[in-house]
């Protein structure tokens, strides 16, 4: 009977738990980049908040009077400080809409009709950072120069004279589209990259939607993201232009710091660490902002995967087996 009535397989002996290194190798493979990841850190913070609590505490500590904050209560009231920022603010949002304009449709058509041209509209929104601001703001001086004596019987006169206005100077927000290129064009690749353009086109014209309307109401959605980083770093392009605007006689923010820095030193470095924690402020909500886009965005539904429950065992049959065998006995 005992021979005949079925047994169940032997388990399998259980894994092994991994035994610990003697010498504590992993451990120490683990903590070695952890400890140079802080090294890193450390030094880098360093290198940058020494140069800045520095400059603070020579704005705030004056020899003889002790601590005193009138670098930063006199800001406001300064002279020329509400114009030159009104006035960098401007060209900066006039120089965003520009570089959006003329780069936005230029990398959806070669997307989408001309991907061959590609590296060729790379290579000419990259020729900003070879040309050093001197030279191009060089030539931009001479072509000054130079039109008003040739079109002085023109209406061409009229132009080379309005985009010097100094309450607006047009050629500044020029100059800055060229300057600015590099960045756009970084940030505008990076997220038509992250998006199927083509399908999305094609979707929205099969459903009847114009050219106009695909990229307004279809493209431009899909690149928040990337539009608010091009313009963030066009600000802060244009906020801390100095050279070109400096050489052609103009008076933005940026050079208003230079030029009050002759009198107010501590006011200009007080100013200055402003506009620095400004940007910083503007950084860290435009990286927030992207991540509660990201965040937001439903993920697709998963699919269920195949059911690995093992099937139902059949009936046993063993006790029925031993009965029948023990009943004949």
Same mark, same amino acid.
């Given at each position: 009977m005992a021979a005949l009535t079925p047994t169940a397989p032997p388990a399998a002996p259980a894994p092994a738990a991994p035994r610990k290194a003697r010498d504590g190798g992993t451990a120490r493979t683990r903590r070695r980049p952890r400890v140079w990841r802080g090294v890193v850190l450390f030094v880098a913070g360093l290198y940058f908040l020494v140069p800045l609590v520095s400059s603070f505490v020579f704005t705030v500590r004056v020899p003889g009077q002790g601590l005193t904050f009138s670098a930063y209560t006199g800001i406001l009231s300064a002279e020329g400080f509400t114009r030159s920022l009104l006035l960098s603010l401007g060209l900066a949002a006039a120089t965003i809409l520009l570089s959006l304009l003329l780069t936005v449709p230029a990398l959806v058509a070669v997307r989408l009709g001309a991907p061959k041209l590609a590296p060729l509209v790379e290579i000419v929104c990259m020729l900003p950072l070879v040309v050093p601001p001197i030279a191009l703001v060089t030539g931009v001086t001479t072509v000054l120069r130079w039109g008003p004596e040739h079109f002085s019987r023109t209406p061409l006169y009229q132009t080379f004279l309005a985009v010097q206005n100094e309450s607006f100077p047009i050629v500044l927000v020029l100059a800055y589209t060229v300057l600015a290129l590099p960045f756009v064009y970084r940030s505008l690749d990076a997220g038509l990259r992250a998006i199927d353009v083509p399908t999305l086109v094609e979707a929205a014209r099969n459903c009847g939607a114009s050219r106009p309307y695909v990229?307004?109401?279809?493209?431009?959605?899909?690149?928040?993201?990337?539009?608010?980083?091009?313009? +963030?770093?066009?600000? #802060?392009?244009? *906020?801390?232009? +100095?050279?070109?605007? =400096?050489? *052609?006689? +103009?008076?933005?923010?940026?050079?208003?710091?230079?030029?009050?820095?002759? #009198?107010? &030193?501590?006011?200009?470095? &007080?100013?200055?660490?402003?506009?620095?924690?400004?940007?910083?402020?503007? *950084? *860290?909500?435009?990286?927030?902002?992207? #991540?509660?886009?990201?965040?937001?965005?439903?993920?697709?539904?998963?699919?269920?995967?195949?059911?690995?429950?093992?099937?139902?065992?059949?009936?046993?049959?063993?006790?029925?087996? =031993?009965?029948?065998?023990?009943?004949?006995?």
């Open positions: 990229i307004l109401r279809v493209i431009l959605p899909n690149l928040r993201s990337a539009l608010a980083g091009a313009s +963030f770093l066009t600000l #802060a392009l244009v *906020l801390g232009e +100095f050279t070109i605007a =400096s050489l *052609l006689g +103009f008076q933005p923010f940026a050079v208003w710091i230079v030029t009050v820095s002759g #009198a107010e &030193a501590r006011m200009s470095v &007080a100013v200055s660490l402003l506009s620095l924690l400004i940007t910083w402020v503007l *950084l *860290l909500v435009l990286s927030r902002a992207g #991540a509660r886009t990201s965040a937001a965005t439903p993920a697709p539904p998963a699919t269920p995967a195949p059911s690995t429950a093992p099937a139902p065992a059949a009936p046993s049959t063993s006790g029925n087996v =031993s009965g029948n065998i023990s009943g004949k006995e």
